[in-house]
């Protein structure tokens, strides 16, 4: 058995992160992360993006390279799932049989792809993008593939979408509501979306079921919709979300459900035992203190310095104001707020320019902005979003007006 003072479970963007932060923080004690990839840590975002089109190596998304974790003593330990957990012996036990000890356990496992329930979902050629061995087999299947049907709308989808027709496949993207991005956008920004991606040629269908994945000798040749149509393909995308990977922690008795419940400092309700990132589900002050969880770099990043803050002996509460990004062609949206729960929306400058953003707002305040190719409105309108500012939509909605002029005002 190995034994450490912290172990931090999953080696993404939250696992590394919280690494770093604690010896930035003076940690001297012994560190491990335990990752269930053979890799160190790298970058999740690009792979439906610049890796999986070949613009970046994989040495390029590395968050740190190898010599970084070894300057700073912290201990990779690839290529091991944790599948249980003791808290009372302060143990986790790998899918290996080996069982590593702790005296705090950060966890950040983050989660996996969310699978198709029907015949057909496990065949070759039916992917998720989740991690660089996802990838990787969608890369070497690419020169025989000239059909791809993504299903689903999100951003994940319509990522390796744009990528893939900008490499010569046709591609149709299946979602099962009425608009692209439904979950997290306004329908301003759906519209266009939908519509910028039928320019480049893909074929996006709203409203539709999918009823089963096609095969010929254990391999996709299409999928099959609920209405009898089938859609040829040799490779299938499905891109429907993940499922919180906090399995281990639930059956050891923490309290939780779509993800592991935390507190304010990331403390979970077993003792010496916290969890950020992807899987952890705690109240979000910009979602009006609803339990959320958030799959975004930012709050990988930002709940792992609150971990190490507070393991640390520095007690503050997290409370960063979420942000996002999605690259598609040559259209580049940020996102900042969560637009859960908005009222009204206000659309500023003209979707037709290419340059525009959405404007959300509840009970008259700004809560979120999704901005497209407007790199200025995203940067000022944080400060909306962080001040909860009630602006006046129709100053809102004149794009000459910097958002940095804009206080808060009388709705009129």
Known sequence: MSDFDIVIVGAGHAGAQAAIALRQRGFEGTIAVVGDEPEIPYERPPLSKDY??????????????????TERAVTMLTGRRVVAVDPAAHRVIAADGAVIGYRQLIWAAGGYPRRLTCSGHSLAGVHGVRSRADVDRMIIELARTERVVVIGGGYIGLEAAAVLTKSGKHVTVLEALDRVLARVAGEPLSRFYEAEHRAH???VRLGVKVE???????????????????????????GIGIV??????????ADGGNGVSVDRHCRTSLPDI???????????????????????????????????????????????????????????????????????????GDPATGSFSVVYLRQGRVIALDCVNAVRDYVQGRALVLGRAIVAPSLLADAATPLKSMTDQPDR
């Open 52 to 69: 999986l089109s070949g613009d970046k190596p994989f040495d390029r998304i590395l968050i740190r390279p190898a010599n970084f974790w």
């Open 212 to 238: 089963c994945i096609e095969e010929r000798e254990g391999r996709v040749i299409g999928v099959r919709l609920a209405d009898g149509e089938v859609l040829p393909a040799e490779m299938v995308i499905v």
């Open 274 to 348: 916290w969890a950020i990132g992807d899987c952890a589900l705690h109240a979000n002050p910009f979602a009006g203190d609803l339990p959320i969880r958030l799959e975004s770099v930012q709050n990988a990043n930002d709940m792992a310095v609150t971990a190490a803050k507070a393991i640390s002996g520095e007690c503050e509460a997290y409370d960063a104001v979420p942000w996002f990004w999605s690259n598609q062609y040559d259209l580049k949206l940020q996102t900042v707020g969560l637009s859960t729960g908005h009222e009204q929306i206000v659309l500023r």
């Open 201 to 203: 040629g893909v074929d």
């Open 244 to 253: 919180p990977a906090v399995e281990p922690l639930i059956a050891a008795g």
